[in-house]
């Protein structure tokens, strides 16, 4: 395996006082390297395509694009 051919990502809450806090890090499964992130106060589709478009952006643009594997949550799913 290289770097950049195999991704992970997954939405995780937590709570910082009384506020909840949505983390979702895109991870390279080559060396666990965090590629992007996005923190939000909602588990959105914003903030998914918001990690991915980072994450995109270090990529050279002549690159065909990892792999992208996610729990397939509510998040990740558009109509």
């Known amino acids: ?13 937590f709570r910082v006082k009384d506020k909840k806090l949505y983390l979702s890090p895109n991870i390279d499964l080559f060396n666990q ?12 589709f914003h903030g998914i395509m918001e990690m991915l ?21 509510w998040q990740y799913q558009k109509n």
Do not use: C, H
């Not at 195999?6 to 995780?12: L, Y």
């Not at 390297?33 to 959105?44: A, F, G, Q, T, V």
């Open 1 to 13: 395996m290289k770097p950049f051919q195999k991704w992970s990502t997954d939405v995780t809450e």
């Open 53 to 73: 478009d980072k994450a995109l952006g270090k990529l050279d643009t002549d690159y065909s694009g990892p792999i992208l594997d996610s729990a397939q949550g």
């Open 33 to 44: 390297e965090i590629i992007s992130y996005n923190l939000s106060d909602r588990p959105n």
